[in-house]
């Protein structure tokens, strides 16, 4: 199976986390009804995007609410989720963390945001992950049914290793759920996505808030897919919005024979290996 419909769910979050479930589980249901094989929600799509929220509205994996209506909604529906991220409790730790259910509605990868979102841009935005979150120190690549997919959070594709690492180990999809703001969003969302597939020539997701503006943290929106040539293939605005997009992964090997990036890099002289 080549072609892969996916549904970004680009859903408006709120401050209260059984009304963004509810609203998690009314797109998913749309996304079935058009016969999405792939589901992807937002970063923090359950909890407002600010550190002191993160603290109110984090849970433990193995009692959480958050995940077990994902699961229950993978398994009863034979899809896949990725359930964008939720903030994730252990011991006395929280992370930033993507989880991608199969059709079975099991965990088959878990991703801790590695890269913590601290800037600080003059006269704009000040924003540090860290002072609440923890980071994570694995890759993460899981195998579907499609092949292959990797998974990061928002900042983590501004860093180009952590991709090239991904599609060195084969993922032909990488996903990152993220939430740009509207001084990094305009500037660099689209250009990121674009340089990420191409550089590696591969699929890459990017799922998004929609634009609160009674929010604390404006999200950017603009959910995305860009292709292995580096086109934008789908792309919503800031307002809350399902799309259901058909990508071809045979596509990818078109584009690799006729462009043979990967083939002629030099390793003789460089490369990237995980430790």
Avoid at 69 to 89: D, F, H, M
């Amino acid at each position: 199976m080549t072609k892969i419909k996916i549904a970004l769910c680009q859903m408006n979050v709120v401050d209260n986390k059984s009304e963004n479930i509810k609203k998690a589980n009314f797109m998913i249901s749309q996304s079935i009804e058009k016969n999405a094989d792939f589901i992807v929600l937002p970063e923090m799509f359950n909890c407002p995007y600010s550190n002191d929220k993160f603290i109110e509205y984090c849970e433990k994996e193995e009692s959480s609410v958050t995940l077990l209506e994902i699961s229950k909604l993978a398994q009863r529906n034979n899809v896949y989720i990725l359930a964008g991220s939720i903030p994730e409790k252990e011991d006395d730790r929280l992370y930033n963390t993507s989880y991608l259910f199969d059709k079975t509605g099991k965990i088959i990868a878990k991703h801790r945001k590695m890269h913590l979102f601290d800037i600080d841009v003059k006269g704009k935005i000040t924003f540090r992950e860290s002072d609440v979150l923890t980071a994570g120190n694995k890759f993460t690549i899981a195998d579907t049914e499609f092949g292959k997919v990797g998974i990061g959070i928002c900042y983590d594709i501004r860093f180009p290793e952590l991709a090239r690492i991904m599609a060195q180990e084969g993922a032909l999809i990488l996903f990152y759920p993220g939430a740009f703001n509207m001084t990094t969003g305009p500037a660099h969302w689209e250009l990121l996505f674009k340089s990420r597939a191409l550089d590696n020539q591969v699929y890459c997701v990017g799922v998004a808030p929609a634009l609160n503006k009674d929010a604390s943290y404006h999200s950017f929106g603009h959910s995305i897919i860009t292709s292995p040539w580096g086109d934008i293939i789908t792309e919503a605005r800031e307002k809350e919005e399902l799309i259901i997009s058909e990508i071809d992964l045979s596509e990818i090997k078109k584009i690799r024979e006729e462009l043979p990036l990967l083939k002629n890099k030099r390793e003789d002289l460089y490369e990237i290996i995980k430790k």
